[in-house]
């Protein structure tokens, strides 16, 4: 680098905010942007160090009546390890490899479709194992993330990206939504699923799910798995609050049509019968026509629950997913005919088939 580059370098940086430049002479040619490039290999190199132990190959094998098997990822929590149901749906046997090439028969103790999560148990962990830590706080939008798993069965694989989106909906590959999910533009692939998904702290914010494109792939919140995954562990299962309601978004030409000054929250369009929204939540019970578009009106227009906004449907599960249980009594918020209300109703445990 000469030295009209080197300086010009400088006032770019400065210019920019960047700080103290590093070794502007014409021999280093080294910039404080260089430096922190340098640093980031070197830091996601410890986090790769630190973690990567922890995380596994999930080898499937399915019996013969079964689909076949296949590999997918997984990591240790609590002497146990953690990967997504689909990966493991079918097993009949499950070999766990770390990354020491030890190989160890695991069996899975208990699964969940709705979160998409399952919990194996593994007898005799190899010395080096520790066992990674979920985070106990939703990362921020724009956080750097590192996926680490088994991509198209390449083990011990490591990829680099950052926190796109929060609080997103996904429908499973069995059809059940999975809230409060955590999307990324770190790559992920076939192969990925049930691996961790985690910071530069080396804390765990969300277990892989699947990819959708080159830059969108979803983990299951950290904060979702640390409820769900215990309970498997100790049960086998786990309970997942229960409303019983359908719901649409209240969007512009709903908030026309029904005389709502923003349009902002859920409405009810279906309850289910005996669910414990019957006979407490009133769904939508007619349509007007806007510009050939069937607009549902009437019914309860849902804005908060326990005093929490929820101004979208992926607000509402969410919620109902990471802040309530079975047997809770929730104060849901509602607007009817033009007024605000405050009704309460008591969750129950969620059936095999659900609207929301």
Do not use: C, K
């Amino acid at each position: 680098m000469t030295q009209n580059r080197t300086q010009a370098t400088r006032r770019r940086l400065l210019r920019a905010g960047a700080g103290t430049v590093i070794g502007l002479s014409a021999l280093s040619g080294v910039t404080a942007q260089e430096g922190n490039e340098q640093e980031f290999e070197a830091t996601y190199a410890e986090v790769y160090e630190e973690t990567i132990d922890d995380v596994v190959l999930v080898n499937v094998l399915g019996g013969e009546d079964e689909p076949p098997g296949g590999v997918g990822s997984g990591f240790v929590v609590d002497d146990h390890v953690v990967t997504n149901e689909h990966v493991v749906q079918n097993a009949t046997d499950v070999e766990i490899q770390f990354r020491d090439e030890q190989w160890r028969a695991g069996e899975v103790v208990g699964t969940d479709v709705y979160s998409d999560l399952a919990v194996l148990e593994v007898e005799d962990l190899p010395d080096a194992v520790d066992g990674l830590e979920f985070a106990a706080d939703q990362p921020a939008i724009g956080q750097e993330v590192l996926a680490m798993g088994n991509p198209l069965g390449l083990d011990a694989s490591l990829s680099q990206g950052i926190v796109s989106g929060l609080d997103r909906s996904l429908l499973s590959p069995t059809g059940f939504s999975i809230p409060a999910a955590i999307q990324t533009d770190a790559p992920v692939d076939p192969g990925n699923s049930g691996g961790p998904l985690v910071t530069l702290e080396s804390d765990v914010v969300g277990v892989v799910f699947a990819g959708a494109g080159r830059t969108v792939g979803f983990a299951i919140s950290a904060q979702l798995a640390d409820r769900v995954v215990p309970a498997l562990a100790d049960d086998g299962e786990y309970d997942h609050a229960y409303m019983g309601v359908g719901v649409d978004p209240v969007g512009a030409l709903i908030a026309e049509v029904n005389d709502l000054e923003d349009p902002q929250g859920v409405l009810i369009v279906d309850v289910t019968d005996d669910a414990p929204a019957d006979g407490v939540l009133e769904p939508a019970d007619d349509v007007e026509i806007i510009d050939g578009v069937a607009v549902p009106t009437g019914g309860d227009v849902v804005v908060a629950l326990d005093g929490e906004e929820i101004p979208n449907q992926d607000q509402l599960s969410s919620y109902l997913a990471l802040e309530t249980s079975p047997g809770d009594d929730l104060e849901v918020e509602v607007r009817r005919d033009g007024d605000s209300q405050t009704l309460e109703l008591a969750l129950e445990e969620r059936p095999e088939t659900d609207l929301a």
